[in-house]
């Protein structure tokens, strides 16, 4: 087995890495635990220490001043004294705004990443059947959206589903009247489905692009009908893909912020909006915290069932 | 087998929801009237228009220093990261490092923002740095999500990557870092490349951290073009929006070609 921290004699050839290796034994580091250390300590204080800190204000309550929140720690007389509050945790049960966002956010990302699979698995299934020369084509059109931006490609939706917009010009063109399509929950499917077709499509056909087609021909061959194919061969044997492509739009959807404010009315209730709406508009920091605290965990739930469920389908293809 | 007639409809009628909101953005950029969904006639002027708004010409660029400047923090830390996680096997804190590593992916945007203003407000207060909020703020919260979207590109380069020709420079006597710099290096350049570009993508195309750890007139494109679409259509937007387009357009077409070409000659069709 290789790896780099091998003792090996020095090089004849002075290069330029020589001297900064000699350098940093020299202070007694070894280049191993500077690749290592970099990265930790980065992501240490610019990601750890932040949920952390998130977590600490979200005991705070709400003060006018600069910070806006109640310190953690006072010191009065020499002693240290530490102050948590609970009212923002409280609010949140007990409000029903939070409890009614967190589960229209739910059954928002829900809906979508059901009828997001629906759209997704034939588009992925006929990329990978179809012949070479396409399949590089087809692929490229799903990654190029990818690649354009989020933000410009929820207002291309504004654009198409507006009172005048081309849906209902196309309408008015049969003498059908105009339909409210912006600023409902409607909208804001449309906007997700969308927006995560691509992140849908891709990992379901690095999956099925590998299914064995011979499998597929000996089911027809013994007389099954293309449907029961489908649903005793492909559809077990794609699990893994469907499970990797519904936790990449289920999970950034249930936090959505720019859907919901473009495309949805104010009764879209969304729980990354809410949280927003605290911030900027209320300027709550601990409640905005707060949120945030429990939208971490509405978040990490989905994603340990699915990746349960992941390794599930991994053991069982393993044991067979 | 027999080739039903379900699988084609529907993957055209998915290409046509995924393509006709776009198409109908880059026509009606074309178009005369400022009426951004009622066809008048052929016209360029909004991109003229375009040319004219400073504001959203200097959010432009401010955007693409920060997008620079992510990119390269994060392809630096998101290299060193996917070095330590597949090559050095058994190290303390590993899964603590993996975990932490790809956690950003699954972060919501919001709570990343907030996280991250909360955090630059505490270490203003307590140990004066950083100053204020404005671009090196954006830069470092875009360097660290930024960071593990790498880390996954490179990673998944590394770990197919065949270890004899390590080992083979390694026997022949060069230190890590030399193997590190004359093989690795070379031979993972194109993840490298890719993981650049995704993250420069990425910064370039956030509107929610930004929002939240800008300070005033620090606002990136995403902010300025936010703020417009909010008051409704505009068409200058639709020709800014046809102008990105194309450039990635452009550059996905390159990149095909190029992977298509430099593929063996027995390996194409």
């Not at chain 1, 504004?158 to 081309?166: D, H, L, S």
């Not at chain 2, 993981?195 to 195309?205: E, I, K, P, R, V």
Request: charged residues 15%; glycine residues 6%.
């Amino acid at each position: 087995m290789s790896s780099y921290d091998t003792e090996s004699p020095a090089p004849r050839r002075r290069r330029p890495w020589t001297a900064v290796e000699r350098a940093l034994a020299a202070i007694g580091l070894s280049g191993k635990a500077l690749v290592i250390a970099a990265p930790a300590i980065w992501l240490t204080v610019f990601f750890l220490i932040p949920l952390l800190v998130v977590f600490g204000i979200s005991l705070t309550v709400k003060q006018f001043g600069r910070p806006p929140y109640t310190p953690l720690l006072t010191n009065e007389d020499g002693t240290v004294q530490l102050t948590l509050h609970l009212n923002n945790y409280i609010r949140l049960f007990t409000d029903g705004l939070y409890v009614s966002a967190y589960v229209s956010s739910i059954r928002i990302a829900l809906i979508s990443t059901i009828i997001t699979l629906c759209i997704g698995y034939p588009m992925a299934y006929a990329i990978a059947r179809a012949p070479d020369q396409w399949r590089n084509v087809l692929l490229m059109l799903v990654i190029l959206p990818f690649w354009t931006s989020f933000l410009l490609r929820v207002y291309a939706l504004t654009g198409f589903m507006r009172g005048n917009g081309v849906i209902n010009q196309f309408l008015g063109l049969f003498g059908i009247e105009p339909l409210v399509m912006m600023q409902t929950d409607f909208a804001v499917y449309v906007g997700i489905i969308y927006s995560y077709l691509p992140f849908m499509i891709l990992p379901l056909y690095t999956n099925l692009v590998k299914l064995d087609s011979v499998l597929l021909e000996a089911s027809a061959d013994l007389g099954a009908k293309p449907l029961r194919t489908f649903l005793t061969i492909t559809l077990p044997l794609s699990m893994p893909g469907i499970i990797a492509g519904s936790m990449l739009v289920f999970i950034p959807a249930i936090g959505e912020f720019v859907i919901p404010s473009l495309l949805g009315g104010p009764s879209t209730l969304m729980i990354g909006r809410v949280l927003w709406d605290e911030f900027f508009g209320n300027t709550n920091w601990p409640r905005a915290s707060a949120v945030a605290v429990a939208m971490l965990i509405v978040v990490v739930i989905p994603i340990m069932l699915l990746q349960k469920a992941q390794d599930a389908v991994q053991d069982r293809e393993r044991t067979k | 087998m027999r080739r039903g007639w379900f699988i084609p409809i529907a993957a055209s009628l998915g290409f046509a929801f995924l393509y006709a909101p776009i198409i109908s953005l880059v026509v009606f950029s074309f178009n005369e009237s400022n009426l951004v969904t009622v066809w008048s006639g052929f016209s360029t002027k909004w991109y003229g228009a375009l040319l004219a708004d400073r504001q959203l010409l200097d959010a432009a660029w401010r955007s693409a220093q920060v997008a620079f400047a992510a990119a390269c923090i994060a392809l630096v830390l998101g290299t060193l990261c996917a070095v330590a996680l597949v090559r050095f096997r058994k190290f303390r804190g590993r899964t603590v490092l993996a975990g932490t590593a790809s956690a950003p992916l699954v972060m919501p945007d919001v709570i990343t923002g907030l996280a991250l203003l909360l955090l630059f407000v505490a270490m203003e207060a307590t140990l004066g740095w950083p100053a204020g909020r404005g671009l090196l703020t954006i830069i470092i919260a875009h360097s660290t999500f930024c960071t593990a979207y790498v880390v996954v590109v490179v990673q998944s380069r590394l770990s197919d990557l065949d270890l004899s020709l390590e080992e083979a420079a390694m026997d022949l006597g060069a230190s890590p870092i030399r193997v590190f710099f004359d093989i690795t290096l070379p031979i993972i350049a194109p993840a490298l490349v890719s993981g650049w570009l995704l993250a420069f993508t990425l910064s370039l195309d956030d509107l929610v951290i930004a929002s939240f750890v800008s300070g005033p007139g620090s606002s990136t494109l995403p902010m300025v073009i936010f703020s417009k679409v909010r008051l409704g259509v505009s068409p200058d937007v639709n020709a800014l929006a046809t102008i990105i387009i194309g450039i990635v357009a452009l550059g996905v077409l390159g990149a095909t070609l190029f992977q298509l070409r430099s593929r063996p000659r027995k390996m194409r069709a």
